[in-house]
């Protein structure tokens, strides 16, 4: 039922809006990329970037579908946002996990019920905490990842939080995949060390702009 294996890395392709390489056409080409250099899968957000990435490589497809306030469950909120992606080929369907408000007054484990009942396929929860972690395991996720930690509040850290990534493998009956701020591939393996079952890279990866400032920032 998961398509990834143990220790693997899945590549996320997503570029904003203010990015020259926004669009599904810029996304297809970096998923051939990923998956030419081994990529076990790719995450990817929206209907369009997921249909041309899917036309494009093999390989599995978290989708996401980012709508709404991002100062709130915007990650997959409703289950016709995971229609959506999942119609467009998904294989894997990532949702806000948080125990924030969600659209409504929904809950995760309708979401969840919903996914499952009408497609099949597995559903990934992107938690802050160990809490939430917790809840969306109950709640029915497949997978339980350590996405928003670190982006619900607060400063965002520099650094990944292996420390939630190994409190969820230490809890959880499911595979835990970590992912949020994975910069070095010393921080990807640090992250299966911890218990990870596959860790998602992005930025680091996929963006030009952040790994350029990365550079600059060491100039004297």
């Known amino acids: 039922m998961i398509p990834f294996p143990a220790g693997s890395l899945v590549v996320s392709c997503q570029a904003g809006r203010s990015s020259p390489l926004h669009g599904p056409e810029q996304m ?16 990817a957000n929206g209907p369009a970037d997921v249909a041309a990435i899917r036309a494009a490589v093999d390989l599995p497809i978290i989708g996401i579908n ?3 306030d991002r100062d709130g469950v915007f ?13 467009a080929g998904a294989d894997v369907v ?19 019920a919903a996914v499952h009942d009408r497609f099949g396929v597995p559903v990934m929860a992107d938690v802050d905490s160990l809490e939430a972690g917790l809840a969306a395991r109950a709640a029915g996720a497949d997978l339980v990842a350590s996405t928003l930690s670190g982006y619900t509040g607060g400063p965002v850290p520099p650094g990944p939080d292996l420390e939630l990534v190994a409190a969820l493998a230490g809890k959880l009956d499911c595979p835990v995949v970590a992912e949020g701020r994975y910069s070095t591939p010393e921080l990807f393996r640090a992250a299966l060390d911890a218990g990870a079952h596959t860790v998602v890279v992005g930025g680091a990866i996929t963006d030009p702009a952040l790994i350029t400032a990365r550079f600059l920032a060491a100039a004297p």
């Open 66 to 68: 980012k709508l709404g």
């Open 94 to 112: 990532a949702v806000d996990g948080t125990l924030r408000p969600r659209p409504g007054g929904s809950t995760l484990a309708q979401l969840v």
């Open 28 to 43: 297809a080409r970096m998923a051939r990329a990923a998956a030419a250099a081994g990529a076990a899968g790719i995450r």
């Open 75 to 87: 990650i997959t909120p409703t289950a016709a946002a995971a229609a959506a992606v999942i119609e």
